[in-house]
């Protein structure tokens, strides 16, 4: 069975510090996919980012990165000098083998100005 | 392109009552699916479809059916709600399954009172 922990329920931090969500995975596929989701407080979800299994590659997009280790099944997001924009709820979600995305129980971010 | 459309956005119903969520995608997209989100639970994955005409169950399909009558709409019904069915159901689509990103419908607000 596939599934995603983010054991962080919620986060609070000051305009300009950084922040880590952290997501931690369970599956027995060997390739599998990653990814992460917004939800900002309008409500739809937002594609973040997707990566497959097979590349370990940090990747950076203007203030957020990714750290992908299959060592310790982690997909942790950072948020670089971070804004009152990026407070929302972020999903990590898994899928492998074909199957549907499953989801994390998120990760409430709130950014203070 | 509008995307994924859900109808509609908010509803109350009493307990016993039934109705139909309708979704519909203009991305020519094979999947659908519907989610529910919980507070503290994330998003879970109620019923599927990888085509027109089939329909598959996932995490939590009780109390709820579905149908695939045409491509780009996914039908999601509750014959006889009850208040454990209070959720905001997401409708999402992608172009085929595993690596596919899903994109999400605005989501819909049902209460049953």
């Known amino acids: 069975a596939q599934k995603v922990t983010q054991a962080q329920t919620e986060i609070s931090v000051v305009e300009k510090e950084d922040v880590t969500l952290d997501c931690v995975y369970e599956?027995?596929?060997?390739?599998?996919?990653l990814f992460w989701y917004k939800q900002p407080p309008s409500g739809e979800l937002v594609f973040l980012i997707r990566?497959?299994?097979?590349?370990?590659q940090n990747e950076i997009s203007g203030r957020y990165s990714w750290n992908f280790q299959k060592s310790t099944s982690s997909f942790n997001f950072t948020i670089t000098a971070s804004q009152v924009v990026d407070s929302a709820v972020y999903f990590c979600?898994?899928?492998?083998?074909?199957?549907?995305?499953?989801f994390g129980k998120g990760t409430r971010l709130s950014v203070i100005a | 392109n509008a995307g994924v459309t859900q109808t509609p956005k908010f509803r109350v119903l009493k307990t016993g009552q039934s109705m139909t969520l309708l979704c519909a995608q203009d991305?020519?997209?094979?999947?659908m699916y519907w989610y529910r989100q919980d507070p503290g639970m994330g998003l879970r994955l109620i019923h599927y479809?990888?085509?027109?005409?089939?329909?598959a169950k996932g995490e939590v399909p009780d109390g709820y059916n579905v149908s695939r009558l045409k491509k780009q709409n996914f039908l999601l019904g509750l014959e006889s709600a009850a208040p454990s069915q209070t959720s905001v159901y997401f409708c999402?689509?992608?172009?085929?399954?595993?690596?596919?990103?899903?994109?999400f419908g605005q989501g819909t607000r049902l209460t049953v009172v």
């Open positions: 991305m020519n997209h094979e999947y």
């Open positions: 599956t027995r596929d060997t390739t599998y996919y």
């Open positions: 999402a689509s992608s172009y085929g399954g595993t690596p596919n990103e899903a994109f």
């Open positions: 479809s990888v085509g027109e005409g089939t329909t």
């Open positions: 990566r497959n299994s097979f590349d370990e």
């Open positions: 979600a898994l899928s492998g083998g074909n199957t549907p995305l499953v």
